[in-house]
């Protein structure tokens, strides 16, 4: 390994940055389960449910820009620890909120101060790890944190049953706080030796390959977190019929495979790319069985529901493939500006399908509390269209020529592949990062 020491590297470069996305995907998914809490406590309708829960996307898409620019300048450690500080207040304010206003405005927070959640963690793994290990780590980070949405079913559940949800976030503020002091004194600094590749932004949405595939990982992985975290619940409840009790056990096995879809996620790819395959044909793959489960539902199939549900909670983990793929295209000191340019797309794809969603379902009356199937179907069919585009933007031949021309236009120059090229092969061939015992802080 390319640390002084591998177990003390482990707990002080990973660790800490896991249990930082452990919290970010707790209070991204924890609102499936509080929705009728929150419902009945202060009046919220289904659109305005859908909006309150969707802002912590909107909001982390629009700062993964300026995140990722930090990241790359002030490191993982720094940034990651000040914007928790942020999360914890923001979950503080939710705690003690009695309006839609002041809930959406702490939701908002919560969502800025965990943006650098998993990039920080992943650009703490390309500054400590060899390179060919980033895949494997990037699988165990995306598990470890997706034991946050674990906790956020029948655990969060239980705790609910002798506490109110107000106190339960207050619990939540607190543990932020304090794993942000935990990072910001136990994670160690490193420099990066800076490399003679373009270092602008610009360089990443110039290239054709980011275009390629961006699209197809940010309408699978963002409509994968818009249905687990919130539309899976309300969809159990009014066409599949269940109880309370029934729908809690079904999104907790939902978030068991959501975890251990990651550890897979990061396995597989490991090891593709130890046989010269590319992690482009798994995310191709990946999508093409999302699609089938999405239209398992919206076609009423003849298969338990767990099914097609547990193939939409594991679509949640592909950032792994998508951002292993991110880090052959790009040099490391390009690592957090590309991997937030991605998450950009995903959180903001995130926000538009749920959002989106619940808009469509307001236009049908409910009956007794419950939205027809036809609603759900609507919904869930326009995303799935959405998906087929993007899948057959990935596969034709012709998506380099226009790319390259979206990417030129974007930027007022002509994209030169080359470019994209020569940035790898200088990522292959220059020495990046220094060595540990020369400029590591311990």
């Not at 896991?18 to 659109?47: C, E, P």
């Not at 959002?355 to 307001?362: R, Y």
């Not at 069919?381 to 596969?395: C, T």
């Not at 034709?396 to 030169?416: G, N, V």
């Amino acid at each position: 390994m390319q640390i002084s020491k591998g177990w003390c590297g482990i707990a002080r470069a990973f660790l800490p940055f896991a249990a930082g996305y452990y919290l970010s995907y707790l209070f991204r998914t924890i609102n499936a389960l509080i929705a009728s809490h929150l419902s009945s406590d202060t009046g919220l309708g289904t659109a305005d449910l859908g909006l309150l829960t969707s802002v912590y996307f909107l909001v982390f898409a629009a700062a993964q820009i300026p995140v990722g620019i930090l990241l790359d300048r002030f490191g993982p450690r720094r940034v990651q620890s000040v914007l928790l500080l942020l999360a914890a207040v923001g979950a503080g304010l939710f705690a003690v909120s009695t309006g839609f206003l002041s809930l959406l405005i702490a939701r908002a927070m919560i969502g800025l101060g965990v943006a650098a959640a998993l990039t920080a963690g992943l650009k703490s793994i390309i500054l400590w790890f060899p390179r060919e290990r980033v895949a494997l780590l990037n699988g165990y980070m995306v598990m470890l944190g997706s034991l946050g949405a674990v906790t956020a079913t029948a655990p969060v559940e239980h705790l609910l049953a002798w506490m109110g949800w107000r106190q339960l976030f207050e619990i939540l503020a607190a543990a932020t706080g304090a794993t942000a002091i935990l990072i910001y004194v136990v994670v160690p600094e490193r420099g990066i030796a800076l490399s003679t590749a373009s270092t602008s932004l610009s360089s990443v949405f110039r290239d054709p390959r980011f275009w390629r595939m961006a699209p197809l990982s940010a309408t699978c992985v963002g409509s994968a977190w818009s249905l687990q975290g919130l539309w899976a619940s309300p969809w159990l409840t009014d066409v599949e019929g269940l109880d309370r009790s029934r729908l809690v056990r079904q999104l907790f096995m939902m978030s068991i495979v959501l975890s251990a879809g990651a550890w897979l996620f990061g396995i597989t790819v490991h090891h593709i790319k130890r046989r010269g395959i590319g992690a482009e044909t798994i995310l191709a793959l990946v999508t093409v069985l999302f699609i089938a489960a999405e239209l398992a539902l919206i076609l009423r199939g003849p298969l338990p529901s767990i099914l097609p549900w547990s193939v939409v909670a594991i679509v949640g983990t592909a950032t792994v493939v998508s951002f292993t793929v991110i880090s052959d295209y790009f040099p490391p000191e390009l690592a957090g500006r590309a991997n937030s340019a991605l998450n950009v797309l995903h959180f903001g794809w995130a926000f538009l399908a749920q959002s989106a969603t619940g808009l469509i379902l307001e236009q049908w009356p409910a009956n007794d509390g419950h939205r027809p199937v036809q609603a759900y179907q609507v919904a869930f069919g326009l995303s799935v269209a959405l998906q087929i585009a993007a899948l057959v933007w990935f596969v034709l031949p012709s998506r380099r020529s226009f790319s390259s021309w979206m990417s030129s236009i974007l930027f007022f120059k002509p994209a030169d592949v080359s470019c994209a090229g020569e940035s790898v092969r200088l990522y292959e061939d220059s020495v990046i990062l220094v060595s540990a015992d020369d400029d590591a802080e311990w």
